[in-house]
């Protein structure tokens, strides 16, 4: 898709910096994918973001599922809305390579150290991206009540283009997406067991994304979203 950089410097010279870092980056990204791996590409404006509905194979997905919700150390935490302190929605559990804390929400969390079966998919992410991610973020949902606000992950920790990879398992889940400045540029989709999302380049500028509720009868799921911390 051809970018006219004249239009965007009229709007800001800012976001023509943030760009043009975004297409090198990206233009390094795409290469370092597995050929073998089945990828589908969004076609989102103003992002590189892609989905990899077989990650990993259901024996595995079904592996990783029954041990992280036993062995990962899901925490509660609490968030002030209005001045009120209210729970998330949501169970989570941070982990890195390193002690670095990291703060989203008002929340700063110090790492626990990678477990084994984390490590395993760390370094199956990093054969696929060549990208030694840092940090995993680790959020259970419950049921159908529980539930991840529009948000995107853009905290200066986490560098000028942050790349995050979403590992899903257990009950398939709708995620939406929505433009920033384009209030008709919406999308959504099914992130299914096992399924990996990978967002990219400029999408956290351009595009916030949610996991809402549903009123359906829903088993648990989680959502393992590995970054790198500078």
């Not at 994918?33 to 259901?58: G, M, V």
């Not at 209005?82 to 390579?97: C, D, E, H, V």
């Amino acid at each position: 898709m051809g970018i006219d950089f004249t239009y965007s410097v009229a709007i800001h010279p800012y976001v023509v910096g943030i760009l043009l870092s975004a297409i090198l980056n990206d233009l390094i990204f795409m290469e370092f994918f597995n050929n073998n791996e089945e990828r589908q590409d969004l076609n989102l404006p103003d992002a590189n973001s892609y989905y990899f509905p077989h990650f990993l194979k259901p024996d595995a997905a079904n592996s990783a599922f029954d041990i992280f919700i036993n062995e990962l150390e899901w925490r509660q935490h609490y968030i002030k809305i209005f001045g009120k302190s209210l729970p998330q929605p949501r169970l989570t559990a941070l982990y890195g390579i390193n002690d670095q804390s990291y703060t989203y929400s008002n929340l700063t969390l110090k790492p626990l150290k990678f477990t084994p079966k984390l490590l395993e998919i760390h370094q199956k992410l990093k054969e696929l991206t060549k990208i030694n991610f840092t940090h995993c973020l680790a959020n259970l949902y419950r049921d159908g009540n529980d539930s991840m606000g529009w948000h995107a992950d853009d905290e200066k920790e986490l560098g000028e283009n942050p790349v995050i990879a979403s590992v899903n398992l257990g009950a398939a889940r709708r995620f939406q997406l929505k433009h920033r400045y384009d209030a008709n540029l919406k999308y959504q989709l099914e992130l299914e067991h096992g399924s990996l999302l990978l967002m990219a380049g400029t999408t956290q500028h351009f595009w916030k994304h949610q996991l809402p509720k549903t009123k359906k009868l829903i088993s648990p799921r989680i959502n393992l979203t590995f970054r790198t911390l500078f």
